[in-house]
């Protein structure tokens, strides 16, 4: 028999027990019928085979009663099988083009390159957006995206005493002027020695996904702007949409939602598969450390950790490391609101002052709530995935059950890094 628990508003199954994933991605808590008379200790060990309707997978459970405890044998595919899922997906996006991203209707938001910056930051915070392309008028041309990344920035400009840029220049200071500086700090010149801004990656309408998905992974950015022209020159470009991964997976679960057992790697334990960052255990070594900080960390510590480390989010735990929030880049903006960024010390606000601060402002407080997605190590990748359909989510943390203690983290980065790869 088969069953689940509902708690909190949520379906869950027991970990503790034994559990088998359905040809769907359904995790559900198995119980073994017994008899009357039969005592589970009394034999050292139980073994059950479970042959779901999946061709492709197979799950052997194992359960040890002699010592009260259990153990069980993870999910596992053969390599060939792993190939085969990537390669239906891979054909999948390959026969997509970048109009299915477009929906029915909604707004894009673009940004003269003459505008201040102080400005700019005031449109995005208002429109309820985390960035925005560029246009450059006299080129006639989108020439680039101002992100919550040049907001964190300059930010921390502001906050050297020993920078150029002062709060009263941001009145003045152009998106343009910004963009050739920030050029300078990263050593970006042409062999003139003038300062060469980074061009604009974009993606065309006939794209296929798999094209606009590469381009987002091997120019390690959010979003590709869809721009579409009639000429062959490129001259008057339409900017159609903002392309992410995200969307690109709302395509992948329309089609295959119902016909999940196609991909077997999707039921695999997400503990099992080589992505995300993880929490290394006793005596391990672990190349790229699980950035984490506590809510009385200081704001600086937080926006210098997002540059640094290289990561969109941050989760905020207590002193035991369990989850109470994350801090992402785009909730710099909300700093935009009422020009607080004019008055107040990032060494001195912390980040839990900073989260009260943007719950009422950039995204409202149900869908803050919703960013925070949580999975246990367990979960299938298909159900790792499904949360990333929730609106804001860049990232699932995997949690231990009961404590919420964080053990790793995965993007949606590295989904498509692992499915494309």
């Known amino acids: 028999m088969q069953y689940k628990f509902y708690v909190d508003g949520e379906w869950r199954y027991d970990e503790h027990q034994s559990w088998v994933t359905s040809e769907y991605g359904l995790v559900n808590t198995l119980l073994f019928p017994m008899d009357a008379n039969h005592n589970p200790t009394a034999g050292p060990e139980l073994h059950a085979n479970m042959e779901l309707d999946n ?31 990537r390669h239906r997906i891979s054909v999948f996006l390959s026969t997509q083009t970048a109009y299915e991203l477009l929906p029915k209707s909604g707004k894009v938001v673009a940004l003269d390159v003459d505008l201040p910056v102080k400005q700019a930051f005031h449109i995005l915070y208002e429109q309820g957006v985390p ?40 009145d003045t200071h152009t998106i343009a002027a910004w963009k050739e500086g920030k050029a300078y700090l990263n050593r970006q010149f042409d062999g003139q020695g003038r300062a060469v801004t980074r061009q604009l990656i974009h993606a065309g309408p ?53 016909v999940s057992g196609s991909l077997p790697v999707l039921q695999l334990p997400i503990c099992s598969i080589p992505l995300g960052t993880w929490v290394p255990k006793i005596g391990e070594s ?5 950035a984490m900080l506590r809510p009385s960390a200081s704001l600086s510590a937080a926006l210098n950790l997002l540059i640094h480390a290289q990561v969109s989010s941050i989760p905020i735990v207590d002193d035991n490391d369990s989850l109470l929030d994350i801090y992402c880049r785009s909730d710099i903006t909300a700093l935009a609101k009422d020009r607080v960024y004019t008055h107040i010390n990032l060494n001195e606000m912390t980040i839990h002052q900073a989260l009260q601060l943007g719950q009422d402002s950039f995204y409202p407080y149900e869908l803050r709530s919703q960013r925070c997605q949580m999975c246990l190590r367990s979960d299938s990748l298909f159900k790792v995935m499904e949360r990333f359909g929730n609106p804001g989510v860049r990232q699932v943390i995997i949690v231990e059950a009961g404590s919420k203690r964080v053990e790793g983290i995965v993007t949606l980065s590295d989904i498509f890094r692992f499915l494309l790869s």
Not at 242 to 254: E, Q
Not at 286 to 290: A, D, F, I
């Open 206 to 258: 006939y794209d296929n996904l798999k094209e606009v998905a590469l381009k987002i992974l091997q120019n390690d950015v959010c979003t590709v702007p869809i721009i579409h022209s009639s000429s062959d020159d490129g001259s008057f470009p339409q900017l159609l949409h903002l392309a992410s991964l995200s969307g690109i997976l709302k395509c992948i679960f329309r089609y295959f939602r119902h």
């Open 55 to 85: 061709e492709h997978f197979r799950r052997v459970m194992q359960v040890h009663v002699s010592d009260g405890t259990l153990n069980e044998v993870l999910p596992t595919i053969s390599e060939a099988d792993v190939q085969a899922s």
């Open 131 to 170: 960035m925005a392309p560029l246009w450059d008028f006299s080129r006639g041309q989108f020439v680039g995206v101002l992100s919550a990344l040049d907001f964190i920035l300059i930010l921390r400009e502001l906050g050297n005493h020993g920078s150029n840029l002062t709060e009263e220049e941001l």
């Open 286 to 290: 672990n190349g790229r450390p699980l």
